[in-house]
């Protein structure tokens, strides 16, 4: 292949369009910025999107599952399992609490956890599962429920909310996933909390930002759960902000000391835009996930499949993978793709390859399949600011690396 003009592409930037900037102006001129009108608005948005009840926003998904499990009640003694084949947040948060974390492998040839291996990971110290919806793609919460329910005799709770739950809780890290489907539910609806994110890089933005739903059939008061996460994001502060410019009510109570991780409606406002071109955004990002499958599949590369029958992905990453590679042969090929203007990423590194995780205790040799994983993944950039002329020359670019590499050709040479 011959490259008369190198691309710029970057990874994954946000696509802010003027709306967006014009209701940052509006919020800015309202005179309120912190959490207020927008930001209730946007919870509002999000449950009717997702078909829940309630939703409360956040300053990340990070927060949105560190509180979900501290209103649990789960900490020191606790156990919560995840996969090992995720990002830092879906373990850092159980480490915060005071729980145990416990990484489950993949399955073979899966991104996905090994739902064997999880269902002989759970004991009377289990107390929640965070499954991961890497990409965009929902798990099969169909097995994961028959696994708890199939354990719900090891179950020992220790709080009212958990005696009223009686079982372990499934709590998805859904960072990646917002506006996914499967088999007929929406990302929110199959698991009992769900967490989103809403960074910067994510399918739908606030700058920073999550949010936390629930199952609408949890046996929960859903007005005394939201009241709990608002109370555990305001420094346990009776009344916010908002409510305290009543006449006559500033009166307000520390109900315990809690944290501080609420969403502002400067972010919010971003957000509602965002939410109103949802639509759009993902059916870009499906048209250009369909362009990459007609092209790769064929040079024989694997690539997480977004779409079947029974489920719909958010669309949010585009993973491949290179069979027979090794790990440093993966990173020359993202060198490459930099070198001709793409940026390219992997996902994930497994946990047990970091420090922290290694400091914890955790080898990766007990985790094969995750490491089989990573070691020939790359990340393509999937985003809706590529134009077809980009996609076009992404897929061009890869193939040729591909092929070369096939046919030992030194990259100079085309």
């Not at 829940?52 to 900490?75: D, F, H, P, V, W």
């Not at 729980?99 to 956890?113: C, G, Q, R, W």
């Not at 008061?221 to 608002?230: A, T």
């Not at 990453?317 to 090794?326: A, D, M, N």
Request: aromatic share 10%; net charge negative; proline share 4%.
């Amino acid at each position: 292949m011959s490259i008369t003009q190198v691309r710029n592409i970057p990874f994954s930037p946000p696509d802010i369009s003027e709306a967006e900037i014009e209701e940052v102006i509006k919020t800015m001129k309202s005179g309120w910025i912190t959490t207020g009108p927008r930001t209730k608005e946007f919870e509002k948005r999000i449950a009717d999107f997702t078909g829940t009840k309630k939703a409360a926003c956040l300053n990340s998904a990070t927060a949105a599952m560190e509180l979900t499990l501290r209103i649990l009640g789960i900490g020191p003694g606790d156990e919560v399992i995840t996969s090992a084949y995720t990002y830092t947040a879906s373990a850092s948060v159980i480490d915060h609490v005071g729980a145990k974390i416990v990484l489950v492998d993949t399955a073979p040839n899966s991104f996905e956890m090994d739902y064997n291996q999880l269902k002989n990971a759970i004991n009377e110290n289990t107390k929640a599962i965070i499954p991961v919806d890497l990409a965009g793609k929902m798990c099969d919460y169909d097995i994961i429920f028959k696994i708890v329910e199939s354990k719900k005799k090891l179950f020992v709770p220790k709080n009212d909310l958990q005696k009223k739950i009686n079982r372990i809780v499934i709590m998805t890290d859904a960072a990646h996933a917002f506006g996914a489907e499967r088999k007929g539910k929406k990302c929110g609806q199959a698991a009992d909390f769900t967490c989103f994110s809403f960074h910067a890089v994510k399918n739908l933005t606030t700058a920073e930002g999550g949010a936390v739903v629930w199952n609408p059939e949890l046996n929960v008061d859903d007005e005394w759960l939201y009241k709990q996460y608002m109370l555990y994001s305001l420094h346990g502060q009776s009344k916010d902000a908002l409510a305290k410019t009543q006449i006559g009510a500033w009166e307000y109570d520390i109900v315990f000391p809690a944290y501080k991780c609420n969403m502002t409606d400067l972010t919010a406002g971003v957000g509602l835009v965002q939410l109103e071109r949802y639509e759009e955004l993902m059916e870009r990002r499906k048209t250009i996930i369909k362009k990459y499958d007609e092209a790769f599949l064929t040079i024989g590369l694997d690539s997480l499949t977004h779409y079947g029958e029974n489920f719909s992905s958010s669309g949010h990453l585009y993973l491949t993978r290179l069979p027979g590679l090794q790990e440093d042969q993966r990173n020359k090929i993202i060198i490459q793709m930099a070198e001709l203007g793409i940026a390219c990423n992997v996902h994930y590194k497994p946990l047990p390859m970091f420090t922290a995780y290694k400091n914890l205790g955790f080898n990766m040799k007990d985790f094969p399949n995750a490491f089989n994983m990573y070691k020939n993944e790359v990340t393509l950039p999937l985003h809706t600011l590529l134009s077809d002329e980009d996609v076009d020359y992404i897929i061009s670019c890869y193939q040729n690396i591909i092929v070369n590499l096939k046919n030992n050709i030194p990259q100079k040479e085309y």
